[in-house]
């Protein structure tokens, strides 16, 4: 039995997802998926999981799952009714539990609309000046680095450090915390993967304590000196919500200052080296994207739909449902597969082409109630990047393919991009 019953006559899709999965998470896979998410495909529109649910892998039934209210994230409720819920309570995992990513209404609905939307055209106007100096600074070093050495890694001098600047100055996180925060974001999300280890479930664990003893004292400190910044609108308006449960309101403002500082890094970083790898690696390409710089636009969403930096997540059925034709029983988990979606020919003719002009269609932020909350803001920083970048660097190209942290299933990592000119 699995968690949604008995699988029959699955046998020979269980030992070709676990060989799938198995060369998706080595060095070759992670360099091109295109081939695992055509063969997972093959195998149907939803196919069963070896260790129970389902992996959801067309754009339809993908953008279904992500709109409909059939569908909830696995919050701690959820967890709780699992036939072995100790495996939810490790420290990193109880603690992603909290945030935004992981609250189904009412409680995700107060959050989100208390939010309202944070990055608006006007918080997005206010930012552009400062995304656009803080990626000349970057590129800058970039510059300094290609005169002296002739090559560099743009992923860890420029790429993963803009979000994160941006980020920061975006709720008044003082620069010099920026490594810190780097640091302890790359080893908390393995508690989000599929299969960590127990040594990566140990990082993720000390990386958790850091995060809180780090956020705690940020929101302590916001608290004794109120700036005019984000954190500390945050911390009136929650403030004013709970006045009788002072720990209530702390917890609310703890997990959103966590969660979209985190959240907004790997995913943002991933995105930006893509944009910049795909814009330079094709000469022509580079020459006429100079030409025709309205369509940076269309290259962004281009990257996003190629290679998404989120390769998969994870729902359960609110009540019985069924999804593509298949009977899903209340609490059924099924894992959408953003990459195998993006790459569906139904949805994208001829996936596995690069087209900026394509004018497809890609669910890489979600859809529907959890639709990411960064997406405009990502999108403006990735725009300002690659204009600046064919403007100050008419030769820029790799110099060697992309690395990948090849133990991540869930959230992609781009560990180096070696550049020269």
């Not at 909290?98 to 106007?125: I, K, M, V, W, Y």
Request: proline share 7%.
């Amino acid at each position: 039995m699995t968690a949604v019953g008995d699988i029959r006559g699955t046998t020979s899709h269980r030992r070709a997802v676990i060989s799938l999965f198995r060369r998706l998470r080595s060095a070759e896979g992670q360099a091109n998926p295109l081939p695992f998410w055509e063969e997972l495909r093959a195998l149907g529109d939803v196919v069963p999981s070896p260790w129970g649910g389902y992996f959801v892998t067309s754009f339809e039934a993908c953008s279904q799952v992500l709109r409909s209210r059939d569908w909830l994230v696995p919050d701690f409720a959820w967890q709780e009714r699992q036939p072995d819920p100790r495996r939810w309570h490790e420290l990193a995992t109880q603690e992603l539990s909290g945030t935004l990513s992981r609250l189904n209404p009412p409680a995700h609905t107060c959050q989100r609309r208390a939010l309202g939307n944070p990055f608006d055209r006007a918080t997005l106007e206010d930012l552009r000046p400062r995304i656009a100096a803080f990626a000349s600074v970057l590129l800058d070093d970039l510059e300094d680095r290609l005169r002296t050495d002739g090559e560099a890694d743009f992923v860890h001098t420029v790429g993963e450090l803009l979000p994160v600047r941006t980020v920061c100055e975006w709720l008044g996180i003082p620069e010099e915390h920026i490594p810190h925060i780097l640091n302890f974001t790359h080893r908390q999300a393995y508690a989000q993967e599929l299969f960590p280890s127990k040594d990566e479930l140990a990082q993720a664990a000390q990386a958790t304590l850091e995060m809180r003893a780090f956020f705690s004292e940020l929101i302590r400190d916001r608290r004794a000196r109120p700036g005019n910044d984000v954190l500390t609108g945050w911390i009136h308006y929650w403030d004013a919500q709970y006045p009788d449960d002072p720990a209530a309101a702390e917890r609310v403002i703890y997990h959103l200052t966590m969660f979209i500082t985190i959240a907004s890094l790997e995913t943002s970083a991933v995105l930006l080296t893509n944009a910049v790898r795909f814009a330079t690696e094709d000469p022509a390409r580079a020459e006429w994207l100079r030409a025709h710089p309205e369509h940076i636009e269309d290259l962004v969403e281009e990257s996003l739909r190629y290679d998404p930096p989120v390769w998969l997540n994870s729902h359960v059925a609110a009540d019985d449902t069924v999804l593509a034709g298949t009977p899903m029983p209340k609490d059924t988990t099924v894992h959408i597969l953003y990459g195998s979606a993006a790459h569906d020919p139904r949805r994208n003719p001829d996936p596995q082409v690069f087209d900026i002009l394509r004018g497809g269609g890609h669910i890489t932020f979600g859809s529907g109630a959890h639709y990411c909350l960064g997406a405009a803001l990502a999108r403006t920083e990735a725009r300002e990047l690659i204009a600046q970048v064919l403007e100050r660097f008419p030769t820029l190209r790799p110099a060697a393919p992309p690395a990948y942290d090849v133990s991540r299933l869930v959230f992609r990592r781009i560990t180096s991009l070696r550049v020269t000119t």
